[in-house]
């Protein structure tokens, strides 16, 4: 009988511990899952940090951008006088940042034709983010949207604009023309203005 008592005393202490064992592993699983959570919230943390600093310097760079150029209809133009080729000036507008300026009411039109008229010459003509490479006829920005708003001249019935055909696939503003539209040949050297959307 005092075997008997002995090893139901055993068996209670060898329970116990299994028990005590298994609240501590329980309590231990609940201390790891609460610093994972924590970990996670500090990484979440870190990352709006990061997308917030992002934010801040590309708010930078554009204020820099406006305050050389000018800011017209939430959009940030800066002209640049040095001619070039209308892929040239495209591709040192995307290493910037930005595009070549694509101009979508009468209003920001008229806008960007007085800057460039300041900045650049009242008599230059200036590329515009507007060409038809890809359809001819079918007048597009750089990102292959169809444009909504055009400035085409059209004051001469002989030479409505656009009027060049495959020869002629790029647009530029032209200052000597109040700010209405041609086509050019594409390897024409223009000034060009460069167009930043503010976030």
């Known amino acids: 009988?005092?075997?008997?008592?002995?090893?139901?005393?055993?068996?209670?202490?060898?329970?116990?511990?299994?028990?005590s064992?298994?609240?501590?592993?329980?309590?231990?699983?609940k201390k790891d899952t609460t610093k994972d959570a924590a970990?996670?919230?500090?990484?979440?943390?870190?990352k709006d940090i990061v997308q917030e600093l992002n934010l801040l310097?590309?708010?930078?760079?554009?204020?820099?951008?406006?305050?050389?150029?000018?800011?017209?209809h939430r959009?940030?133009?800066?002209?640049?006088?040095v001619k070039k080729r209308y892929h040239t000036a495209s591709d040192d507008?995307?290493?910037?940042?930005?595009?070549?300026?694509?101009?979508?009411s009468a209003d920001e039109n008229s806008q960007l034709g007085e800057y460039l008229r300041q900045s650049?010459?009242?008599?230059?003509?200036?590329?515009l983010g507007i060409n038809d490479m890809m359809t001819e006829g079918a007048w597009a920005d750089q990102t292959g949207l169809t444009i909504s708003y055009t400035n085409w001249d059209t004051s001469n019935s002989r030479s409505r604009q656009p009027n060049g055909g495959m020869s002629?696939?790029?647009?530029?503003?032209?200052g000597a023309s109040q700010g209405r539209w041609f086509d050019e040949n594409c390897r024409e050297e223009r000034p060009s203005v460069c167009q930043f959307n503010i976030v």
Do not use: F, H
């Not at 298994?22 to 231990?28: D, K, L, Y």
């Not at 930078?60 to 800011?71: D, E, I, M, P, S």
């Not at 650049?120 to 590329?127: A, F, K, L, M, S």
């Open 1 to 19: 009988m005092e075997l008997r008592g002995l090893g139901v005393l055993l068996g209670i202490l060898l329970l116990s511990r299994s028990s």
């Open 21 to 29: 064992q298994q609240i501590s592993s329980r309590r231990a699983t």
């Open 39 to 46: 970990i996670v919230e500090l990484q979440k943390q870190i």
């Open 57 to 72: 310097k590309e708010q930078q760079a554009l204020q820099t951008v406006c305050l050389k150029g000018t800011k017209i």
């Open 75 to 81: 959009k940030c133009y800066l002209a640049d006088p």
């Open 93 to 104: 507008c995307n290493a910037l940042g930005g595009v070549l300026g694509t101009p979508t």
């Open 120 to 127: 650049v010459g009242p008599d230059e003509q200036v590329w």
């Open 168 to 174: 002629e696939n790029c647009a530029v503003l032209s």
